[in-house]
Nanobody
Framework: QVQLVESGGGLVQPGGSLRLSCAASGSVADINDRGWYRQVPGKERELVARIASSGRLRYADSVKGRFTISKGNAGNTLYLQMHNMKPEDTGVYYC???????????WGQGTQVIVSS
C-alpha cells in the first residue's frame, strides 16, 4: 500500500553538507504532513523537521539555521538539506508521513548519516 525509501546518507566531515531524499509510493495521494526523524542506538527517536498540512515548518532547536526540509512539487518526495554538519548529527535518519483521512503513520527503513573527520 505505502512504501517510503530514504537515500542520500553517508559519511561527511564536520562542516560539510549532505542532502537526504525520501521517495513515497503507493496510496500516498493524500499526505497530511511529513517529516524527518533521527535515532542514535540506545536513544529515543527524535524529530528533526516536519512540514504540516498548512505548509508550516517545524525544526528541532539543534538544527535550526543549518537544516532545511522541503517537498517536491509532485508531493511524493521529501528532502532534507543539511549544512554545517556536526558530529552530533550522526544517526539513522527516517522519513515519516501521516495520511489524511485514515491518519495512519508510515516510516521508511532509514538511511545512516555519519559526521566524522
Amino acid at each position: 500500500q505505502v512504501q517510503l525509501v530514504e537515500s542520500g546518507g553517508g559519511l561527511v566531515q564536520p562542516g560539510g553538507s549532505l542532502r537526504l531524499s525520501c521517495a513515497a509510493s503507493g496510496s500516498v495521494a493524500d499526505i497530511n504532513d511529513r517529516g524527518w526523524y533521527r535515532q542514535v542506538p540506545g536513544k529515543e527517536r527524535e524529530l528533526v523537521a516536519r512540514i504540516a498540512s498548512s505548509g508550516r515548518l517545524r525544526y528541532a532547536d539543534s538544527v535550526k539555521g543549518r537544516f532545511t526540509i522541503s517537498k517536491g512539487n509532485a508531493g511524493n518526495t521529501l528532502y532534507l538539506q543539511m549544512h554545517n554538519m556536526k558530529p552530533e548529527d550522526t544517526g539513522v535518519y527516517y522519513c515519516n508521513i501521516i495520511l489524511g483521512g485514515s491518519w495512519r503513520s508510515y516510516w521508511g527503513q532509514g538511511t545512516q548519516v555519519i559526521v566524522s573527520s
